[in-house]
């Protein structure tokens, strides 16, 4: 059994997929798994991974190359890497992203010498040239604490900056159905299996911050699909936390629905009949968000702005 196994979807990044592999086969933890799904990709992606694995001969058994039946889109492709894996710990890598060689063998140690069931690091927004932000990603090591910090969306909750212990965190889960907020439906369904979290306050993850990509998208159509997908991740993350006994279950039901309605916001300024459906999408969610005492106080008056017609989201980015 490995002791990390690393899932890496491949679609369409043939510009950015060598300088991902590399610093994945640059680890420098040696027992180590690496998934990586085709997708079907239509273009050299695979065939470039393939090339920049053979400088790294030591890799080669440790690399395992699937390609999807068909094009499934990302959840699916995430589905597959999660029940194929078979390290001690599992964490993901988006494929136009890269890590810090020292990443996996730092956050494995940290997991062993703590018995935790994940451990958390911080990760930075990056244009290929300059870091953007940094995302310091865990505002507590009580896990209680953290938990309903994830809930109401105070810390992220991204897996590529997560590493599980994949037989407490992999049991009876309930896999995302749509292509957005996938992350979202996993990563919180796992943390409600951990009992032990750890943190390394240290930027070992660089996030691409890729105006091209499928969540950047402008188009009316891409938005559209987006808040239908996720629209299903979020239903079906509302009905397994309804039957948790969480404190405070209606704020954190009324910010996931606000959440789901994140991609129309990108439309409410062009047609009435988007501003409506944002509106009237979970019984109007949007005027109980204003008052949601759990949620930033900025965001809820631009929220409000938004319900008054100054539709100050146009610009707004989505981080899934």
């Not at 027992?31 to 790294?56: N, T």
């Not at 018995?115 to 940094?134: S, T």
Request: charged share 25%; with cysteine; net charge positive.
């Amino acid at each position: 059994m490995p002791k990390v196994s690393v899932i890496v979807p491949v679609y369409g990044v043939e510009k950015y997929i060598e300088r991902c592999a590399r610093s994945l086969f640059e680890q420098t933890l040696d027992d180590i798994e690496f998934l990586f799904i085709d997708d079907c990709s239509l273009d050299k992606s695979v065939e470039i991974l393939k090339r920049v694995l053979e400088e790294y001969p030591q890799r080669m058994h440790q690399v395992k190359i699937h390609r999807m039946e068909q094009n499934s889109g990302q959840a699916k492709v995430r589905e597959w890497g999660m029940r194929n894996a078979t390290g001690e710990y599992v964490i993901h890598c988006d494929s136009d992203d890269w890590v810090s060689i020292h990443m996996y063998e730092d956050m494995y140690n940290k997991a062993v010498k703590n018995g935790a069931d994940v451990v958390v690091c911080d990760f930075a927004l990056h244009d290929g040239k300059h870091i953007n932000n940094i995302v310091h990603a865990c505002g507590s090591l009580k896990y209680q604490e953290f938990l309903k910090r994830i809930l109401f969306q105070r810390d992220p909750w991204s897996l590529w900056n997560k590493l599980f212990k994949r037989k407490v965190c992999y049991n009876d889960l309930v896999y995302p159905k749509g292509n957005m907020g996938e992350d979202m439906l996993i990563c919180i369904q796992m943390l409600f299996s951990c009992n032990h979290i750890a943190y390394i306050p240290q930027v070992y993850y660089f996030y691409f911050d890729n105006n091209n990509s499928i969540s950047n998208k402008k188009e009316t159509a891409n938005h559209l699909r987006n808040f239908e997908h996720l629209k299903t991740n979020t239903d079906l993350l509302i009905e397994i936390l309804k039957m948790k006994n969480l404190p405070n279950i209606k704020w954190v039901i009324n910010g996931l629905e606000y959440n789901a309605t994140l991609p129309l916001q990108k439309l409410i300024h062009s047609d009435k009949k988007y501003r409506a459906l944002w509106f009237n999408t979970y019984q109007n969610a949007v005027w109980t968000y204003v008052i949601n005492p759990y949620f930033n106080i900025k965001k809820r008056f631009k929220c409000l702005l938004a319900i008054m017609g100054f539709y100050p989201f146009k610009k707004d980015r989505i981080i899934m």
